[in-house]
Antibody, heavy 124, light 108 residues
Framework: EVQLVESGGGLVQPGGSLKLSCAASGFTFSGSAMHWVRQASGKGLEWVGR??????????AYAASVKGRFTISRDDSKNTAYLQMNSLKTEDTAVYYCTTRVSQNYATPYFDYWGQGTLVTVSS | QSVLTQPPSVSGAPGQRVTISCTGS?????????VHWYQQLPGTAPKLLIYGNSNRPSGVPDRFSGSKSGTSASLAITGLQAEDEADYYCQSYDSSLVFGGGTKLTVL
């Protein structure tokens, strides 16, 4: 059974940092790109960024809203992906989901497995 | 403001058919990028409903169908049921992965 479990959310002051983790199981983690998607309360989904597999040079990409502040990494030995968030702003307050595609590949990525999400609150 | 435009809300009575549109442009859907659809029940993570414009993952009822034409895509739900009441999002690509703003489906 595929499982994605996020952790590390919490309350942080503006300008602060937080690191989220996404522990994966039930699929070949090392061969899969891992994405982060966030959702502010009562709002829609926003793609945050992704990290590709070792075979794809661990390439990362980010949404313009977080580029330069957020960093995605992974540890294939621990089947875990990370989202390091620096210089946090109040508008970064959201539930953060990690997500991936395990099934059939498509040119435009889609997500067939999602974690339960972890809440990040940026407030003074 | 998303580059993929969805109606904020749609509604229908049990048993009826509803459609949710996802309107893009020549830089996303019109450029040939696939459209995927997700269902999000209150308080839960999104669930993949349709991938590759019109394909249903295993376990998704055939009451749900997707289509794409030109710069738009649509999600159709037939035989509407109370448990279909949820938020629905389209997703594609436009310089980066993008989601539509979401549509709240109310079952009357």
């Amino acid at each position: 059974e595929v499982q994605l479990v996020e952790s590390g959310g919490g309350l942080v002051q503006p300008g602060g940092s937080l690191k989220l983790s996404c522990a994966a199981s039930g699929f070949t983690f090392s061969g899969s790109a891992m994405h982060w998607v966030r959702q502010a309360s009562g709002k829609g989904l926003e793609w945050v960024g992704r990290i590709r597999s070792k075979a794809n040079s661990y390439a990362t990409a980010y949404a313009a809203s977080v580029k330069g502040r957020f960093t995605i990494s992974r540890d294939d030995s621990k089947n875990t992906a990370y989202l390091q968030m620096n210089s946090l702003k109040t508008e970064d307050t959201a539930v953060y989901y990690c997500t991936t595609r395990v099934s059939q590949n498509y040119a435009t990525p889609y997500f067939d497995y999602w974690g339960q999400g972890t809440l990040v609150t940026v407030s003074s | 403001q998303s580059v993929l435009t969805q109606p904020p809300s749609v509604s229908g009575a049990p048993g009826q058919r509803v459609t949710i549109s996802c309107t893009g442009s020549s830089s996303n859907i019109g450029a040939g990028y696939d459209v995927h659809w997700y269902q999000q029940l209150p308080g839960t993570a999104p669930k993949l409903l349709i991938y590759g414009n019109s394909n249903r993952p295993s376990g998704v009822p055939d009451r749900f169908s997707g289509s794409k034409s030109g710069t738009s895509a649509s999600l159709a739900i037939t035989g509407l049921q109370a448990e279909d009441e949820a938020d629905y999002y389209c997703q594609s690509y436009d310089s980066s992965l993008v989601f539509g703003g979401g549509t709240k489906l109310t079952v009357l």
